[in-house]
Nanobody
Framework: QVQVVESGGGLVQAGGSLRLSCAAS????????MGWFRQAPGKEREFVAA??????EYADSVRGRFTISGDSGKNTVFLQMNDLKAEDTAVYYC??????????????????WGQGTQVTVSS
């Protein structure tokens, strides 16, 4: 099975950028759909982006601002976040879905989760 660890969170001003990293170990991430989710205080965990074998999906709230990508040589998936807004403030989680053909937006479809990294956007 795969293990994932997030990094790259921090404090940024509105309009700024951050790049989150999700380092996979144990198995290659190419055998999984890799997703990013986020959870703000008092809210449910929500889908951000996912990359499957042949497709990539984004939440409407981040499409055009965030980009998910992977580096197979580093076994790492990235989330480039541009034009950040205060409402992007949340703990961001990386997750792996054993079904690599489905860029699912549902957290329950993901088998393996990281511990999360905090992103705070100041307005």
């Amino acid at each position: 099975q795969v293990q994932v660890v997030e990094s790259g969170g921090g404090l940024v001003q509105a309009g700024g950028s951050l790049r989150l990293s999700c380092a996979a170990s144990g198995r290659s991430f190419s055998g999984y759909t890799m997703g990013w989710f986020r959870q703000a205080p008092g809210k449910e965990r929500e889908f951000v982006a996912a990359v499957a074998r042949y497709s990539t999906e984004y939440a409407d709230s981040v499409r055009g601002r965030f980009t998910i990508s992977g580096d197979s040589g580093k076994n790492t998936v990235f989330l480039q976040m541009n034009d950040l807004k205060a409402e992007d403030t949340a703990v961001y989680y990386c997750a792996a879905n054993s079904n690599r053909n489905s860029a699912s937006p549902y957290p329950t479809d993901y088998n393996f989760w990281g511990q999360g990294t905090q992103v705070t956007v100041s307005s």
